[in-house]
T-cell receptor
Framework: KAGVTQTPRYLIKTRGQQVTLSCSPI?????VSWYQQTPGQGLQFLFE???????NKGNFPGRFSGRQFSNSRSEMNVSTLELGDSALYLC?????????????FGPGTRLTVL | QKEVEQNSGPLSVPEGAIASLNCTYS??????FFWYRQYSGKSPELIMS????GDKEDGRFTAQLNKASQYVSLLIRDSQPSDSATYLC???????????FGTGTRLQVTL
């Protein structure tokens, strides 16, 4: 079974631009969560989608948004990029939503903001 | 105080020894715990999940949970150089899928 896929793998943007990242979950998985990983803050939860609905959102500004499609694929968007948005963005999928569901990470998208 | 705490290490163990990785958490509502392994430049890989008090074994790995002490651990038996990585402890609370991660412990297995 194929794992979680994320595109693109690498992105370089400049301040003020916007970016869209894509995530395809493991086949059959319906929940997708997004995380940001930086050396200073570690792994931080951004948001979670299940059945095209956002179930949870982390403590990130409104510039960070996302959505999920009917085939469970998800996108996240960051508008008005700042230097501090440089990070590894990770998508994780699980079969269902909820506290006991194991989450499997994709390879990540490394975003560099210049 | 961070919700999930880990010693950043590095924890250095000789090949063949038992590596013991520890994690404490502050939210008593945390119900599920997960251990991930992350190699440098790679994404986290799920190793173990544990939901109830006690031990859970999977091959060379044993996860231990003590909810009264708010303590989670991961034991790696017969440590191999390929086990050298950062190990992340994560907890989940309530009905949410949101994982709260510790900062990770870097493990070095020496020859």
């Amino acid at each position: 079974k194929a794992g979680v896929t994320q595109t693109p793998r690498y992105l370089i943007k400049t301040r003020g631009q916007q970016v869209t990242l894509s995530c395809s979950p493991i086949s059959g998985h319906r929940s997708v969560s997004w995380y940001q990983q930086t050396p200073g803050q570690g792994l931080q939860f951004l948001f979670e989608y299940f059945s095209e609905t956002q179930r949870n959102k982390g403590n990130f500004p409104g510039r960070f948004s996302g959505r999920q499609f009917s085939n469970s694929r998800s996108e996240m968007n960051v508008s008005t990029l700042e230097l501090g948005d440089s990070a590894l963005y990770l998508c994780a999928s699980s079969f269902l939503a909820g506290v006991s569901n194991e989450q499997f990470f994709g390879p990540g998208t490394r975003l560099t903001v210049l | 105080q961070k919700e999930v705490e880990q010693n950043s290490g590095p924890l250095s163990v000789p090949e063949g020894a038992i590596a013991s990785l520890n994690c404490t958490y502050s939210d008593r509502g945390s119900q599920s715990f997960f251990w991930y392994r992350q190699y440098s430049g790679k994404s986290p890989e799920l190793i173990m999940s544990i939901y109830s008090n006690g031990d859970k074994e999977d091959g060379r790995f044993t996860a231990q949970l003590n909810k009264a002490s708010q303590y989670v651990s991961l034991l790696i038996r017969d440590s191999q150089p390929s086990d050298s990585a950062t190990y992340l402890c994560a907890g989940a609370t309530g009905t949410a899928s949101k994982l709260t991660f510790g900062t990770g412990t870097r493990l070095q297995v020496t020859l």
